[in-house]
């Protein structure tokens, strides 16, 4: 039986938001990300979708006991598809693995929606913990609808997995979002 593992690509990546074990980071190949507009909530889910010539930086992590049902409570809105053969990692284990994505009937629209700023600092702590500021500059290159409102929540957080940033990991995400055509409102 092949062990089982997820590969994350936005608050997966930030290992202080979950227990999973053995994470690694990995590859997955033909994917891009995108921040994704439902019916379930005015903030933006981050999502990922098959794309030619696309990779996307993430990392595996193991599934315990091939249990996905506190994962898929935690992803909710999001379906699993496997990619394991498009994911590039060096477990020495030919592991199973799957990702979570948004189908593309649920999206509602290119630009509503706001982006959860506490939810892009759990994105961008992870990815510069696992691969450094070159790998956070790949995440803010390889994701795609920037171009709407960054809801700036820092200060009553409303992301359910919100970290502290330290004042360096702060300016990072600022300087990131600087270049972007994002627009930032402060929450009311």
């Known amino acids: 039986m092949h062990q089982q593992y997820f590969f994350g690509y936005g608050s997966l990546v930030n290992q202080r938001t979950h227990s999973y074990p053995e994470a690694r980071p990995a ?3 033909g994917w891009r990300r995108l921040w994704c507009h439902t019916e379930a909530s005015d903030h933006v889910f981050l999502s990922a979708h098959p794309v030619t010539g696309g990779t996307i930086d993430g ?3 193991q599934v315990p ?6 994962l898929d409570h935690r992803e909710t809105g999001y379906q ?6 498009l994911v ?8 199973q693995v ?8 649920r999206h509602l629209s290119e630009t509503g929606g706001h982006i959860l700023l506490s939810y892009l600092d759990v994105v961008v702590q992870g990815f510069l913990k696992t691969y450094g500021t070159v790998g956070v500059a790949g995440f803010f290159d390889s994701t795609d609808g920037w171009d709407r409102v960054v809801l700036d929540d820092r200060a009553t957080p409303r992301y359910p997995r919100h970290q502290q940033l330290t004042s360096s990991e702060t ?3 600022n300087g990131h979002l600087d270049r972007l055509p994002v627009r ?5």
């Open 27 to 29: 590859r997955l190949k």
């Open 59 to 61: 990392l595996i992590a």
């Open 65 to 70: 006991g091939q249990d996905w049902r506190a």
């Open 80 to 85: 699993r598809e496997p990619v394991t053969d």
């Open 88 to 95: 590039d990692h060096d477990h020495p284990a030919q592991p």
């Open 98 to 105: 799957q990702v979570y994505a948004i189908p593309r009937d």
């Open 171 to 173: 300016a990072l995400v």
């Open 184 to 188: 930032i409102q402060r929450a009311g």
